[in-house]
């Protein structure tokens, strides 16, 4: 099925997935909503009703009654099973980044979770767009933060190749609408973004069981976790410290998925205190393993990060990972295992 995938490592398309580090976080003070929001909701009823032109997942991602990502997570550890992140949906020609289409490509292929970026336009709508400007990624100009949704509906995404697609700008909640049944994803603000703000949304959308917030600060992680005790929050812990804190705090880490950070070399020290807690670490291999794995075509480093115990890879180079996974698991049967999927 992903043979079509084998000869990704060579293509040039995926030396430019290398993109710049995600922006932490810092201290913003809540927008006063502006109530515009019906261009937003006109899209996400298009969007309902398109969603049976999309190909569906290969193994559906729903969480058990009463479980939400990090339950799905430990189970898989308990299989021996480490699953890929795709960051920014899984970008490949024709699919650009952080596009409903593209997320959907991804999953017809394989079960991953699905990373995306998250900023607010103008008129206070929560979109999936990892740059503050247009310029890199649609076929217009200006900043996100500048020009309402329903201006930016009027742009069409580009690949990482250049080409352009038919593809539009989604909102959160259009791509909550659609991951619901189907996806699990990591919701990764950017600075525009009350992190407040993104834990509501995600509520509102009745999304707890298949969405996360990620953040970077111990601040953050504490202000969404303040905003309900059932929001999965995705937190940098590097620093055992950290964890402390938030337990201190009354987070409870049955709640929390463990981001280690973006590695230069294999480093499992980086989360065993995660894994003693039993919480599912995530290590990135992002730019510079990518980066090596690109130049050599040795894909094993994968493998390597699985048996350290990493619950989760995120990377560029979702499917030349997922490959070199498949040669000491079985993702599939996991997942359905893990999932209430059948």
């Not at 049976?52 to 009654?65: C, F, G």
């Not at 699905?114 to 767009?129: S, Y």
């Amino acid at each position: 099925m992903l043979h079509r995938y084998r000869t990704a490592l060579l293509s040039p398309v995926f030396a430019l997935m290398l993109a710049a580090c995600p922006e932490p976080v810092g201290e913003i003070e809540m927008p006063e909503p502006s109530g515009e929001v019906s261009e937003a909701e006109r899209r996400l009823a298009d969007t309902v009703s398109a969603q049976d032109s999309l190909p569906e997942p290969l193994v559906a991602a729903i969480a058990p009654d009463g479980q939400s990502i990090p339950d799905v997570l430990r189970c898989l550890m308990d299989r021996d099973v480490t699953l890929i992140s795709a960051h920014r949906g899984g970008v490949e020609p024709r699919f650009p980044e952080n596009a409903i289409e593209t997320f959907a490509n991804t999953l017809a292929g394989a079960p991953m979770l699905l990373e995306m970026d998250i900023r607010r336009t103008a008129d206070g709508v929560l979109v999936i767009m990892h740059d503050e400007s247009l310029d890199r990624t649609t076929n217009g100009t200006g900043n996100i933060s500048d020009l309402t949704f329903a201006e930016l509906s009027a742009y069409q995404l580009v690949d990482d190749e250049g080409q352009l697609t038919p593809y539009r700008i989604p909102s959160l909640s259009e791509v909550l609408s659609w991951a619901r049944g189907r996806a699990f994803v990591q919701l990764d603000l950017k600075r525009t973004v009350p992190v407040e703000e993104l834990a509501e949304a995600i509520i509102a959308n009745d999304a707890l069981s298949y969405a996360m917030v990620i953040t970077y600060e111990v601040e953050d992680a504490l202000r969404a976790a303040a905003v309900s005790d059932e929001v999965v929050i995705s937190i940098q812990l590097t620093d055992p410290e950290r964890l402390e804190t938030l337990r201190a705090a009354g987070v409870d880490p049955a709640r929390l998925i463990g981001w280690s950070g973006v590695q230069r070399e294999l480093n499992p020290a980086a989360w065993a205190h995660l894994l003693e807690a039993g919480i599912p670490p995530v290590a990135g291999t992002l730019w510079h393993i990518d980066g090596e794995v690109l130049e050599s075509g040795d894909t094993s480093i994968f493998a390597a990060f699985a048996d350290a115990g990493a619950a989760v890879i995120a990377t560029d180079l979702h499917w030349p990972a997922y490959e070199a996974l498949e040669t000491r698991q079985d993702t599939v049967s996991a997942f359905r295992a893990c999932t209430a999927a059948d």
